[in-house]
């Protein structure tokens, strides 16, 4: 989907240009292709878990010696400082985690600029902490959403697009 801007305005050194008329219905991202991105974020986390349970396993541990070896400790260790980086680090300076960017997904403000950093930050804490206290069913509001927003993007005033944007200049 292509969003044209009527006008582009000079903004922020975050921001190269603003979109006049943003609509999000008309670029919001499908619900399986956020599914898609949350998936490549799991994969990327669970890979280094289980890499390093294979070469304990390789070194010759096994059975209750693998799970307490020093391999599987540092590769939880490597994946939750991963999960942090990419759950919130990452999309909190970017506005993408890795599987968003795989997937050309970006969370912005719901009037089309991007999002600041507090909103990003809001949506990937508390906003996310409020989803899965939910039991997941937060995630399930962009199903029925016509902007394809989830509960955290509602708390935090954002919306996640799938779109590639072409400026018009008058």
Same mark, same amino acid.
């Given at each position: 989907?292509?969003?044209?801007?009527?006008?582009? #305005?000079?903004?922020?050194?975050?921001?190269?240009? %603003?979109v006049v008329g943003f609509s999000p219905?008309?670029?919001?991202?499908?619900?399986? !292709? =956020? *599914?898609?991105?949350? $998936? &490549?974020? @799991?994969?990327? #986390?669970?890979? #280094?878990?289980? %890499? *390093?349970?294979?070469?304990?396993?390789?070194?010759?541990?096994?059975?209750?010696?693998? !799970?307490?070896?020093?391999?599987?400790?540092?590769?939880?260790?490597?994946?939750?400082?991963?999960?942090?980086?990419?759950?919130?680090?990452?999309?909190?300076?970017?506005?993408?985690? $890795?599987?968003?960017?795989?997937?050309? &997904?970006?969370?912005i403000g719901i009037n089309g600029r991007?999002?600041?950093?507090?909103? !990003?930050?809001? =949506?990937?804490?508390?906003? @996310? $902490?409020?989803? /899965?206290?939910?039991?997941?069913?937060?995630?399930?509001?962009?199903?029925?959403?016509?902007?394809?927003?989830?509960?955290?993007? @509602? /708390?935090?005033?954002?919306?996640?697009? @799938?779109?590639?944007?072409?400026?018009?200049?008058?």
């Amino acid at each position: 989907m292509t969003v044209n801007a009527d006008r582009v #305005f000079p903004a922020s050194p975050r921001n190269a240009e %603003i979109v006049v008329g943003f609509s999000p219905e008309a670029v919001s991202a499908p619900f399986f !292709l =956020r *599914c898609g991105a949350l $998936l &490549l974020d @799991y994969l990327l #986390f669970i890979a #280094f878990p289980v %890499i *390093c349970l294979v070469l304990g396993r390789m070194s010759g541990d096994d059975g209750a010696k693998l !799970l307490s070896s020093e391999w599987n400790t540092a590769g939880w260790l490597i994946a939750i400082l991963f999960g942090i980086v990419n759950s919130i680090v990452l999309p909190v300076f970017s506005g993408q985690s $890795l599987g968003k960017i795989a997937t050309g &997904l970006r969370i912005i403000g719901i009037n089309g600029r991007p999002a600041t950093h507090r909103m !990003l930050a809001l =949506r990937q804490t508390l906003g @996310y $902490l409020l989803t /899965i206290l939910s039991l997941g069913l937060g995630f399930f509001l962009s199903v029925f959403s016509s902007k394809g927003r989830a509960l955290h993007d @509602y /708390i935090a005033g954002t919306v996640v697009i @799938y779109a590639k944007r072409s400026v018009r200049s008058k």
